[in-house]
């Protein structure tokens, strides 16, 4: 029969793997939390803002490391809301960075310049067309025929208004006559120039500069600001110029009806962002 000590013996090592087995698991799931919170993440499109080139309910890779220090113009990017009065529950938005910091961008129908390039709107990007309301019936014939979707709901006595890529916009129009084809109205885009700020610079402020940076001007002040007549007014003393202490960038969604970018949040801080946008891993049908 066994000693007593071999009986222990029996028992202790059992226990001991199962320690040894917990540790590791242990290990296992810090690591892969380590990874999900610094290096990458999986995050679901609640949106349209990016259609088309990511549909509401796709699933996507965000790749986090170094996220605010090798962005690339035209990049995919998710980042936190950073309005002040977000603060308490952040939003988190996915937009197209268009401009980095120290660029002039001018926003156009044609697209973007920067720095006096133009960089063309993607083929996928999203824009509201007109047609006259007697093409309207020919006109679905022609998207069904061509497979193409019709985004927005029609309301019956108003001018007809569809949601088309630039890409769907070529195909249509290379099937109409050049009669309808001015029936056929792109609807204009709001045009604008700005700077984005970045660090260590300082730019004069004017209205427009106010108005898309507000919210950085508040957030890096140390001191009382008021806008009164859309002036900055420290301490009520006007000011000229700002110099900012962060690097910033300017995003704009694809889908520019139904988004919130940089149009609504302003200048988005390197910190806020959260990493770009790397691939789709599950696709919403």
């Known amino acids: 029969m066994p000693g007593n000590s071999d009986i222990k013996n029996c028992l202790l090592t059992p226990l001991k793997r199962n320690r040894r087995a917990g540790t590791v698991m242990i290990a296992i799931v810090g690591f892969v939390l380590l990874i999900r919170h610094f290096c990458i993440g999986s995050y679901r499109i609640s949106t349209h803002a990016m259609e088309e080139a990511l549909h509401k309910g796709d699933y996507v890779l965000v790749n986090k490391l170094f996220a605010n220090k090798r962005l690339n113009r035209n990049e995919i990017i998710l980042f936190k809301s950073p309005l002040r009065r977000d603060r308490d529950h952040t939003p988190l938005i996915v937009s197209r960075c268009v401009a980095l910091p120290g660029d002039t961008v001018r926003v156009g129908s044609a697209g973007y310049t920067i720095n006096g390039v133009l960089y063309p709107r993607p083929p996928q990007s999203l824009a509201s067309y007109t047609i006259a309301r007697e093409i309207r019936e020919p006109f679905v014939k022609l998207l069904a025929k061509m497979n193409i979707p019709v985004r927005e709901p029609q309301e019956p006595g108003k001018t007809p208004v569809f949601i088309l890529t630039s890409f769907e916009e070529y195909q249509i129009r290379e099937e109409m006559s050049e009669k ?41 002040s140390a001191q009382e600001i008021m806008f009164p007549d859309k002036q900055l007014s420290p ?15 300017w995003a704009l969604s694809d889908n520019t009806e139904d988004a919130v970018d940089s149009r609504h949040v302003g200048f988005i801080p390197a910190d806020h962002i959260i990493g770009k946008v790397w691939f789709r891993w599950f696709k919403a049908l």
């Open 180 to 220: 309808v084809n001015k029936l056929f109205v792109k609807e204009k885009v709001e045009n604008y120039m700005l700077v984005v700020p970045r660090k260590g610079e300082t730019y004069s402020l004017n209205q427009g500069f106010l108005t898309a940076g507000r919210e950085a001007i508040l957030a890096e």
């Open 235 to 249: 301490d009520g003393k006007d000011m000229q110029t700002f110099t900012f202490r962060k690097d910033y960038y």
